[in-house]
């Protein structure tokens, strides 16, 4: 399946809202707002809408929205919260506030801000593993289904990845998986086996060429091979994760690390250098691949805007089944909306919750962020906008989702480290299974310090 069009905008998000039959002045709107843009029109479709929503307040002077979405580095997300900002200020008179708070400061500042008063009233969307963290600080407000309106839409999969120690927290609107990009110019047809990615990446591959690329030392991508191979982070227990049981250096595990090591060292298939340098790599793939120079690329559905700003003739599919028959599973992720458990606007936040989970206000989230809703119903309207919205949801399905519990911030580094030495230095099969093992040693070192 394969997307070539402009940048998702504005004008995006009104066809998809006129695909899932969002009230006739709120599009006319969004269409005066947009004008300007030039991107086909889609053929509107009449899907129900099960999560209608009229926020109904109390109405406040400000409700303040912490966001790691940035107008400088993700316009298109900040643009699509903006404008349900702006909507749901047009119903009840409330103003809404944006911040955008770096990802790689925001659990640390949002734990201080918080308690003391000054942190925001809602916060989101972030990854559903942020939950037990958050949680277990007290920092994230509870909810029932009661509370939240449109739960009867959502799977009760996508509610488990969202429910900590039994209670539910925050709303789930869109979900996430890597999926298989290929420029159509290089690599036409999707590979469906690894044997065969091998052999399309390996004809692609001349001068400048590379036929595949992945961050190769980052344990969010690695995760998609340690799975496949048997592996697993936390024992899943009939739905309770077990984090005195750790399988990353299990016989899945050693294999998933050597067949890593094995298609760096042996260049089976050839794949760039620069994927070994850890904090570097994804932005010299996102250079090459823009440039036209990459074949093959496991990414997430968040990179389709560069590609298409870059005038990249790309495709998508699903991850291929590894030597052993096995697909690849990925970490899969719900992007969910959360309230301040500290906060003292907390009847009109979780208004604005809702209206977060409204058909209207998914409409506009889901072209903005180019990632598939969790609402059943309106699944297929999302496909209408973006057809490659289907391969995620399809590799959804086989993706494992990532573990929700405050535990697994304690797993990346060991974990991330052994692998780069492992993949990196190329070490004997015998050191593969000692430096997991030591990763595991670290970790449960590290949980039990934390």
Do not use: C
Request: proline share 8%; no cysteine.
């Amino acid at each position: 399946m394969s997307f070539k069009n402009d940048p998702v905008s504005r004008r995006t998000a009104l066809k998809y809202a006129g695909a899932l039959g969002v009230a006739a002045g709120a599009a006319a709107q969004l269409r005066a707002a947009s004008a300007q843009d030039a991107t086909p029109e889609a053929t509107a479709v009449e899907y129900p809408a099960p999560t209608a929503y009229t926020p109904a307040g109390p109405q406040v002077e400000k409700l303040v929205l912490w966001t790691r979405s940035s107008p400088d580095s993700s316009p298109n997300e900040f643009n699509a919260l903006q404008e349900v900002a702006a909507k749901y200020t047009e119903y009840t008179g409330t103003a809404v506030e944006l911040v955008t708070v770096p990802d790689g400061d925001f659990r640390s500042r949002l734990s201080l801000a918080a308690p003391g008063g000054d942190g925001p009233d809602i916060f989101g969307p972030v990854a559903h593993d942020w939950i037990g963290e958050v949680a277990l600080q007290g920092i994230a407000a509870p909810f029932t289904t009661d509370d939240l309106v449109g739960f009867e839409d959502i799977p009760q999969s996508t509610i488990d990845a969202v429910t900590y120690n039994g209670q539910m927290y925050g709303y789930p609107l869109m979900s996430e998986s890597l999926i298989l990009f290929h420029n159509n110019d290089i690599v036409a047809e999707a590979p469906a086996t690894w044997d065969d990615l091998v052999t399309k990446a390996t004809e692609a591959t001349h001068d400048d060429v590379y036929g595949f690329g992945f961050q190769a030392v980052e344990p969010y991508y690695l995760g998609a091979f340690f799975h496949g191979f048997g592996s697993y982070i936390f024992k899943n227990n009939d739905g309770t994760l077990d984090y005195d049981d750790i399988g990353l250096n299990n016989e899945g595990g050693v294999e998933a690390a050597k067949f890593v090591r094995d298609m760096v060292a042996n260049q089976v298939p050839p794949i760039p250098e620069d994927v070994l340098d850890q904090p570097n790599a994804g932005g010299f793939l996102d250079g090459i691949e823009d440039a036209g120079l990459l074949g093959m690329r496991i990414n997430g559905p968040w990179r389709e805007p560069g590609l298409q700003t870059a005038g990249v003739n790309y495709g998508v599919a699903k991850l291929p089944t590894l030597p052993n028959g096995n697909p690849l599973q990925p970490f899969s992720g719900i992007q969910v909306m959360e309230m301040n458990a500290f906060g003292e606007q907390q009847d009109a936040a979780k208004d604005l919750i809702n209206y977060f989970g409204s058909s209207e206000a998914v409409a506009i989230l889901v072209a903005g962020f180019n990632k598939p809703p969790v609402h059943m119903s309106l699944r297929d309207a999302a496909v209408e906008v973006n057809p490659n919205l289907a391969v995620v949801m399809d590799q959804v399905v086989d993706a494992v989702p990532m573990p929700n519990i405050p535990q697994m911030a304690q797993v990346w580094t060991p974990w991330g480290d052994a692998v780069l030495g492992i993949v990196s230095g190329n070490v004997s099969d015998d050191e593969v299974q000692s430096m997991l093992d030591t990763a595991v040693e670290q970790i449960k070192a590290n949980i039990a310090a934390n």
